[in-house]
Structure formats: C-alpha cells, structure tokens
C-alpha cells in the first residue's frame, strides 16, 4: 500500500501454527534504492522482495530492534547484496545484530525451537549471520535524533521500553511515522506497545511523548498496519490515560 509518493507500507503474512501473523514492513524509495525497515521472521525474504518495486534494489536494511520477527530474514538480505549492504540500527542493537550479544528477549532455546521450523539453509544463514565467526553486520550506528538522508530527511527517534535499542522513524516530507512496536493498531484503534512482549511498559509510554512534538498525519504499525485520525488526541490519551 502506497503511505506516499516514495513510501510503501507491505503486508506479509506469516504462517503461526494454526494461526497467521500479519506484519508490515515499510519501504522507502530514495536515490534509485529500496530503503527497507524490518525483514519479518525467517522465510520472509521472498514475499518481501515480491511486493518491493523491482526497479529499486535493496541497498539499506534499518533494523528498529532485534525481536525476531523483525531481524528474521535479514540473513538473506545480506546474502542478496554480497557485502554491499548497508545495515542501519540504535547502538544498542548492535551487539545482537553483530552476534556479540544475546537478543533481549529470544534465548538460545527460544531460537533453537523457532529455527526448527525452516529448512536447513536458513538455519545455517541465520546462526552465520548472527555469529562472531562473521564480520559485523551493522555499518552505520544510530544514537537517536539524528537525520538520515533518505528522500527530503528521516528522522530517527530511539523509543525504548519494547526492547532498550527500539527505534522509531519520521519521514519528514510525508509527516508519517514508522512506529515499529511503539505502537499497534487493533481493530482500527491506536494502542501502545503490547504489554505481553514490551520489556519496560512504563519506560516504552513514555518514549511514546516523542511522537507528540512531531506534526504526524500517519502512524504505520508494524502490528496493525496504518493509522490515521485523530493522531495526536489519541497520543495524548495514551501518554495520559484517565
């Protein structure tokens, strides 16, 4: 779904068992390149790149956090790009991302019995891409407020309290929000982060104050999908709830 001219908000379902996850990846289209956000649970690669415009390849991948469902394919991604990847993500995802750290939530058990799922070979690239065996992953360190230089300017807003790196994104020219799992929307309501995977709830309400300086006119949840309305009222009844 077009958010604007040079944003695309993709919808990627994902077998659960005998359920189906719907998660949105967004995507920005700068400089004759497909700027990715997110790359969805092991075995997403190729219902992401079907529903990216192929005249712009994948040349960035901005990991908000490292839940699984977020950093899943990006083995693949680096496969694809053969070094030449740029890897965007806060400073405190880097150890995760890099294989150096743990993942704030997924222990080794909790990967073990996702990864069973899939075939050999993305086992084998994720546990490679996610090793010290490998070289670093990430090239380009955020700290927060910082402008990245993708269409007229993507502001870069670290919201922790989902996880401690979790980062949000503002495209300027389009006033919309890449909120990640700062926020979802469930049955068309905006609500914060799901208290059942948000390790710090009090910490990720108030990250939520952020977005309240900012002239939004769409919110994109990765859980939910796209928001529009009242945006700012309903910011302040989250971030001040009765």
Known sequence: MKIADHIEMLEIKVPMGEHEMVIHPVVIYADNQAVLFDTGVPGCYDKIIEQIDPAYPVQSVILTHDDLDHIGSFPQFLEAASGTLDVYTHAQNVGAINGTEPFSKANPERINSMLEQFPESIQKSFRSAFSTDTPENVNHVLQGNEVLPFGEGLQVIHTPGHTPGHTSF?????????????????????????????????????????????????????????????????????????
Do not use: W
């Open 170 to 242: 503002y495209d300027i020219a389009s006033k919309t929000l890449i909120a990640a799992d700062a926020l979802i929307v469930e049955n068309g309501e905006l609500h914060g982060p799901n208290p059942s995977f948000t390790l710090d709830m009090e910490q990720a309400t108030n990250s939520l104050r952020a977005f309240q300086k900012l002239p939004i006119e769409a919110i994109v949840c990765y859980h939910g999908g796209l928001f529009k309305g009242d945006i700012q009222q309903r910011l302040n009844e989250l971030v001040n709830p009765s």
